[in-house]
Structure formats: C-alpha cells, structure tokens
C-alpha cells in the first residue's frame, strides 16, 4: 500500500481526517507563528553564554583598535608576558595562556621577524630560550598597553570601578 493510502486509512480508522503535518495530499501544513521577539531568557541563565557575549563585546573593539599595531588577541597576550616577564621561556608562555607549543612556535616566529622580541640564552637553563622584547617591541607594548586599557575602560563603562573588580575577581574564580 503506498504510504499516502496508508496514512488515510489510519486516519480513518481512528476517525479523523488526514494531518496536514503527516503531508495529506493537497494539504499544506499550518506554518508555525512568527518569533516577533527572540527569547534568550535561557541563555542568560548561563555563565559560559554571558562570558562569551561579554568577551565578544570586549574582543571587537580590541581588534579594532589593536589593528594600529597589527596585534591579534594572542600576539598581544604573549607580548605582554615577555614585557613584565624579561626573559620568559616559550613553555612557560604556553603554561600562562594554554597555548599548544606548535602553536606558539610560528606566533614567536613572527614576532621575531617584526624585530619585537629576539630570544636569548636563559641564564639557568643551556637548553632553554629566554625571550625579551627589543626596543621596537617595548614601544609598541607601551602604547598597545595604553589602548588595552582604555579599551577595557570603553567596554566597561557601565560599571563602577567596584563592579569591575568584582567582576574580574569573579571570573577569576571561574578559570584559576
């Protein structure tokens, strides 16, 4: 029996006519109502949804601002490190930001042939490697820092200075 005899004969044996859902022929199914407003009442529940929003929001005018200094998130993150850290080595980078080695050997690659950081014996290791910023490096830092800030100010101007350290201090929580 094709299936559209078989769907009207189980219609009619329970006394009913064909669904429009089960695609009777010649029916169209009822389409469902328009979302005139998006409910996002259970996200906001969440922890992880609302970080990510936050950091999202956060990120964007990062990345427009950082673009001056051709800085990624990361490479910023890594910069920094080796300017209030001289001499820090790529495992302890990779330990600080959960970075996979590979994937911090073509970041400091770069970097080096910016002419932002050189690599230099570590004074207690022979095998390990030390990086320093140059003094490119530290110029660009001072003033990629400086717009960090006042990007993060930006961001979270809603704020008083308490909720912000609450914040910070809460999500810290979260991660460390």
């Keep these: 029996m094709p299936p559209s005899q078989l769907r009207k004969t189980r219609a ?3 006394g009913a006519a064909p669904s429009p859902a089960l695609g009777a022929p010649g029916r169209r199914p ?3 109502p328009a979302v005139e407003q998006v409910d996002t009442g259970y996200l906001e529940t969440l922890i992880g949804y609302n970080a990510r929003r936050a950091a999202l ?3 964007d005018r990062f990345m427009v601002r950082m673009a001056a200094f051709e800085l990624k998130p990361v490479d910023f993150s890594v910069l920094s490190l080796i300017t209030h850290n001289p001499g820090i080595t790529s495992r302890q980078l990779c330990n600080a930001l959960g970075i996979l080695p590979p994937n911090l050997v073509g970041m400091i690659n770069a970097l080096e042939r910016r002419k932002l950081i050189v690599r230099q014996p570590h004074p207690r290791d022979g095998r390990a490697v030390g990086l320093h910023l140059t003094g490119t490096g530290q110029k660009l830092m001072r003033d990629a820092e ?3 800030l006042e990007v993060e ?3 979270s101007q809603s704020l008083s200075a308490t909720e912000r350290q609450t914040l910070i201090r ?3 929580k979260i991660y460390l």
Excluded: E, F, G, M
Aim: hydrophobic share 55%; proline share 6%; net charge positive.
């Design 30 to 32: 009822t389409p469902a």
């Design 170 to 172: 809460l999500l810290k």
């Design 153 to 155: 100010t930006d961001a």
């Design 57 to 59: 929001a956060v990120i």
């Design 12 to 14: 009619s044996a329970a």
């Design 146 to 148: 400086r717009t960090a």
